[in-house]
């Protein structure tokens, strides 16, 4: 079994997503891709976001019609701050060695992660998949390997899809009363708008 791991804050979850998720389920052959809704992002202590179960709805109406994506709760189930490591153990311990683990980052939270917690206990857990962010180079390796030994080994580097689409992007078009159209799902698009999300009263 191989399983990719696409988490995130999902504020909201956007068709970028979703082509990330398709590109590295494809180009690697994966069985599955798990999208994880971050509970509480240690790397954004004091931002607002959305409740977990607003964020959590829109990725399950995403998600609804592809059969080889699927929900996990695992993050926003814990306390405390999130912690990839912890959700790597946690998965490994209820999976075991027989399922493969591939996370999918970003160029630029690859170039990040020897400040992550555990870095080399991250990349002992799974295989690393980094993919193009807009604006970033590509990680450089030999520099990564400084920093956490054994890593080059541990990541596969894709050259795409270059998704040009961000959360924070549909937040202000939705405050500004902009069409998101073709940025989220039509699922998601409906569920922001009858639940009034986004919008200058809820901004913080």
Not at 53 to 76: K, N
Not at 151 to 161: A, F, Q, Y
Request: charged share 25%.
């Amino acid at each position: 079994m191989k399983t990719g791991i696409l988490g995130g804050t999902f504020d909201p979850i956007h068709k970028g997503h979703l082509a990330v998720a398709e590109e590295v389920r494809s180009r690697l052959n994966l069985d599955e891709v798990l999208f994880i809704p971050v509970g509480q992002p240690w790397r954004k202590t004091g931002a607002s976001i959305l409740p977990a179960e607003h964020r959590i709805e829109m990725v399950r109406l995403a998600i609804a019609d592809r059969p080889s994506f699927s929900l996990s709760t695992i993050e926003v189930n814990r306390e405390g701050p999130s912690y990839t490591i912890d959700t790597l153990e946690e998965l490994r311990s209820a999976r075991g060695v027989g399922n493969e683990l591939f996370f999918i980052v970003g160029w630029d939270s690859l170039t990040d992660l020897p400040n992550w917690r555990a870095p080399e206990r991250i990349i002992h857990l799974c295989q690393l998949v980094a993919v193009p962010r807009p604006g970033y180079f590509p990680p450089d390796l030999k520099s990564l390997e400084n920093s956490v030994p054994g890593i080059s080994e541990r990541v596969i580097l894709l050259d795409g899809p270059e998704v040009d689409v961000s959360a924070s992007q549909i937040r202000e078009r939705v405050t500004r009363g902009l069409s998101i159209s073709g940025l989220v799902s039509e699922a998601v698009e409906k569920y922001i708008r009858e639940h009034g999300l986004y919008l200058a009263s809820e901004e913080g």
